[in-house]
């Protein structure tokens, strides 16, 4: 089956007008608003005679007889939708603000016209079963396209979960690597002076198949299914009251690829790629907060990821919304406050998380190889990366991976010795020395006064 889209664009002028809807109604602020809008259906049941869902079969190597994604409750949605959750992650509560204070209409159609992906991402054999992706959509960039006779059949909502498009990137430690010579403007990869780099992105959104999710997990699915519903505190009933709905669109942050060089070498085995997997660090990563490794290491695996691509392979940073360990950044603050008044020890480190969070981390890497499945990639030639978590992961998905590359001590802000040594000691991949215990204690961060 091809998965070209060709044959679905349609030319047509876009046909959004704009909204005339705005709060057309006196507002009523009582609670009883809440019920001027006709019978609330908590939730739908398996048993329920009207309950047929728009047949769904995850794995299937056929985008047409796997069928769409389709969550929303919107239009013929309430008894025909197949997926659990809402789309968008956390941004599905933005379009609840927005249709419960008028500002969008709750039939808008999406125009997609010109929206497609400006690259062919090739179908690839591990797209297809039950094991290899469990985590996101594999059609995800296609599904307007693909299922648009389905959405115009059922009066359903179809919406795409991956969306592909083009850009440069400008960094300022981009251009002091030109100056230094380290890299080579090519007018290709790297398009000027100014170490403005071109890039293909992939913006990926969450879809877990939970039945698979729970396998990785060494769980049951009941069990998944039990916690999700639980741990939100009931955000989504139908976790437990459709278990015949086997997808769930949680409201977590995706990820987004950045590829350099050729899209079509990441799965190309006689192509060296190196790679980047990384999780998101705001304060640094943004903000260059001097904390911890998180910016360099993102420049590092950047700039190696762009020196790969020049020499004729590809480079690839694929960056997770995983706040904090996936923490967030409310108690990574926190757990920063207690290691600088309690001392602030490499020894100590994990310690501290752990008092206030229980863990020392909630990343789970187990799900993150999906990207890689999706994008093709069978080995990596040069892992940007001294994560344990990370290359178990991976390699536990059967990829290969050559070669580990640390971060250079050089690019180590001072302040974050106590982050990377701690990291080394609980078993990050170092070509340098592993400090004992005792050494740890000595590995002091920097104090604030209070
Ligand atoms: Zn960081």
Redesign the pocket.
Known sequence: MSTTIDKHLHDAKCTHKPLELINEKPIDYSADGLFGYGKIQLTTYTEDPEVKPIPLAWGHSNPLSRGPITPSRYGNGMYKHNAIGAHAGPYSIYHALAVGSKQLKLNHKADYTNAQPPVDFPQQPQWSGLEKIVAMDPFGHLAPWLFSDVSEKEGVEIRPTISITKANLQLTELKEEVAKGNLKVDGEVCVNSNGDLHITKLAVDPVWYLPGVAKRFGISEGTLRRALFEDTNGMYPELITRPDIKVFLPPIGGLTVYIMGDPKFVSDPSKKLALRVHDE?S??DVFGSDI?T?RPYLIFGIVEAAKEAQNGGSGMVIYFRKEGRALGEVTKYLVYNARKRGGDTAAEYFHRTECIAGVKDMRFQALMPDILHFLGVTKIDRMLSMSNMKYDAIVDQGITIKERVPIPDEMIPPDSRVEIDAKIAAGYFTTGKVMTQDELKNVQGRTWEI
């Open positions: 660090c304060g640094s911890c998180c």
